[in-house]
């Protein structure tokens, strides 16, 4: 059983992963405030390392080696912001997060996804959401419906994300921006109708949150 990420960005009981919205700089201070003497030295090392060769060419960069060391040097609880870190300081475009996406573990992969909204302003990277989605590592999917995918994401692939973590069992507080984009999608309500009547007639029981989210496409849009 995997135990529960306490540290700086884990995610509170009901709630999104914090990594994409906290600004840098607090999250900077904040992971340093929980780390050791050593930990600190090295993800200041590894920060300015990332800095420096953020331009450079190559098959792979040596800020790259560092996020393989995250979880070792500075402790799981604190891995995933510590790559958020050091993915910014690189200032990563989308062909090194693609990358980093494609040559990493699980963990190295839902940094980048995490830190999408911080280093990439348009859709460059949704091909990098969609790979996540296609997967059944439901951490992975969790960070693909950030604010990233809440941004980007077209209406047919978005209503799928939802779908998806209704089937991976992912609860729907991992989706950024849920109720304003479910609020009067009377699509995406079919969808859900279909779905749970799929489950009820295979005698399976339909998610608590396919209801909850079903009562937010019965929301209209309120004009401001």
């Known amino acids: 059983m995997t135990r529960p990420r306490t540290g700086p960005g884990a995610p509170a009981a009901g709630k999104p992963n914090p990594l994409p919205l906290i ?6 201070a904040e992971v340093t405030a ?8 090295w993800l200041a090392l590894a920060l300015d390392d990332a800095a420096a060769r953020s331009h450079t060419q190559g098959p792979i960069s040596a800020w790259e080696l560092r996020l393989a060391e995250a979880g070792r040097r500075c402790g799981i609880d604190h891995a995933d912001a510590v790559r ?9 475009g989308p062909d090194a997060l693609t990358r980093v996406y494609r040559q990493g573990t699980a963990a190295e992969r ?16 949704l091909h990098l959401v969609e790979d996540a989605l296609r997967t059944n590592d439901t951490r992975l999917v969790a960070a693909a419906v950030g604010p990233y995918a809440a941004r980007h994401l077209d209406a047919h692939n978005w209503r799928h994300a939802v779908l998806k973590c209704l089937f991976t069992g992912v ?30 007639a ?3 029981p339909v998610p608590d949150d396919l209801h909850r989210v079903l009562a937010m496409t019965a929301s209209e849009v309120k004009e401001s």
């Open 110 to 125: 839902r940094a980048v996804l995490h830190a999408l909204p911080h280093l990439v302003a348009g859709p460059d990277a």
């Open 23 to 28: 600004p840098l700089d607090d999250l900077r």
């Open 202 to 204: 295979a005698g399976r």
């Open 84 to 92: 958020v870190l050091i993915l910014n300081a690189a200032q990563a």
């Open 34 to 41: 929980h780390l050791g003497e050593a930990a600190r030295t």
């Open 171 to 200: 609860p729907v507080d991992a989706v950024a921006d849920l109720l304003h984009r479910a609020r009067a999608d009377t699509e995406l309500a079919r969808m859900l109708d279909d779905y749970a009547a799929e489950r009820t």
